[in-house]
């Protein structure tokens, strides 16, 4: 009896390559033997019935032969008389999805489709604190980066001089096929040339510098400009300043992460600053004046209104964050209003505040009424 292998990857007669493709994922996930909640053996079998049917239906050829003959024909096509893993050749179209533990089983690493050409050199993270104040005005940060570059004398071939020729183990295709024994039997892989790491290249006597890898470790100065108003978290891309790429592709980018500093006076909220004073009791009553310092320093003149209650919140316009790196314009500056309740008084401001507060309860209007009168005095 033949297989069905439209039914096996529940697909129709008239599916397209990509509709199989993706019916072979999808199943590929349920029951791969690392994933599947099936019991390991049915999981096992049936991902090589899945694997089979999208080998046959995934090449127009076998598809052909299948749709004309049967499952028998096509059989009778594979190395042993019958499907086996060695017959496989699609493992690049899902080890996306499974990533290392796919080459658990696969052997293949990297997967073809990704190996051909020359690939960026890994990216890099860095993280950066600075202040606040820094954070206001912009700054330029030195930093250090370890990292690889390309080596100079053989200009990343590894050979002495930059001499190179084909690579003779895979002729210069850069790829390999191998044959791995694996919980499946024999499974063929394709994966980057590991003499020549995908190039094709190759080289007689290998470059002194780099001991061949065609690229060298070093730490390089970096002047990192910090533009103002970066709030905790900003990144900053410096484009080639990550790892050399070993098969001569671009190198990677380095990413700065930027953590500002929790400040002592102030506090953060987008472009606005939020910090306290500590005034007395009459000033407020009465109204008054305190001087503050913004982040930067300045000192600015705080006009407290009469009758200001405890924890009111005063605003100095601008004197915040930047909005942002290109802008003009600033946020604002939050007082939140305190008094200093003395512990201890002298026998005469004992005096003066029990006076005062002979006005508690029903006279509190009166006695409020005094202190506005006095103020206008003022
Ligand atoms: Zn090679
Ligand atoms: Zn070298």
Redesign the pocket.
């Known amino acids: 009896m033949g297989k069905d292998y439209y039914e096996t990857l529940g697909v129709d007669k008239s599916a397209t390559q990509d509709e199989i493709k993706s019916a072979y994922r999808r199943l590929a996930k349920k029951y791969h033997p690392d994933v599947s909640e099936e019991p390991k053996e049915v999981a096992e079998a049936k991902f090589k019935e899945i694997s089979e049917a999208y080998e046959v239906l995934s090449d127009p050829e076998k598809r052909t032969t299948y749709d004309t003959y049967g499952s028998d024909a096509v059989n009778s096509q594979f190395s042993g008389g019958g499907f086996s893993w060695d017959d496989f050749t699609h493992a690049e179209d899902i080890s996306d999805i499974f990533g290392d533990f796919f080459g658990n089983i696969f052997g293949g690493g990297r997967s073809g489709q990704q190996s051909r050409g020359p690939r960026q050199g890994n990216s890099l993270r860095m993280d950066i604190e600075i202040s606040l104040l820094d954070a206001l005005n912009g700054v330029k940060k030195e930093v250090q980066v370890p990292h690889t570059v390309t080596c100079a004398p053989c200009k990343g071939t590894g050979g002495k001089d930059g001499k190179v020729s084909t690579?003779?183990?895979?002729?210069?295709?850069?790829q390999?096929r191998s044959v791995r024994q694996t919980m499946f039997g024999n499974m063929v892989s394709v994966s980057d040339?590991?003499?020549?790491?995908?190039?094709?290249?190759?080289y007689e006597e290998r470059c002194p510098e780099c001991r061949g890898s065609g690229y060298t470790q070093k730490t390089s100065k970096v002047e990192v400009s910090i533009p103002k108003g970066v709030d905790e978290g900003s990144t900053l891309t410096l484009r080639g300043l990550g790892d050399a790429s070993y098969n001569g592709g671009p190198p990677g980018d380095l990413y700065v992460i930027i953590h500002v500093k929790k400040d002592k006076a102030f506090d953060r909220d987008g472009a606005n600053l939020w910090t306290g004073i500590t005034t007395t009791y009459p000033r407020l009553v009465l109204g008054g004046q305190e001087e503050v310092r913004t982040l930067e320093g300045e000192k600015v003149i705080l006009t407290i209104p009469k009758g200001t209650q405890v924890g009111s919140v005063l605003r100095i316009n601008g004197k915040g964050m930047p909005r942002s790196a290109n802008s003009s314009t600033r946020g604002d500056m939050f007082v939140r209003v305190k008094i200093d309740v003395p512990s201890k008084v002298t026998k005469e401001e004992a005096e003066l505040l029990q006076k005062l507060d002979n006005g508690a309860g029903p006279k509190k209007s009166k006695i409020r009424k005094k202190l506005d009168d006095l103020s206008e005095k003022i």
């Open positions: 690579c003779g183990q895979c002729n210069g295709t850069g390999v040339c590991p003499k020549c790491h995908g190039t094709g290249k190759s």
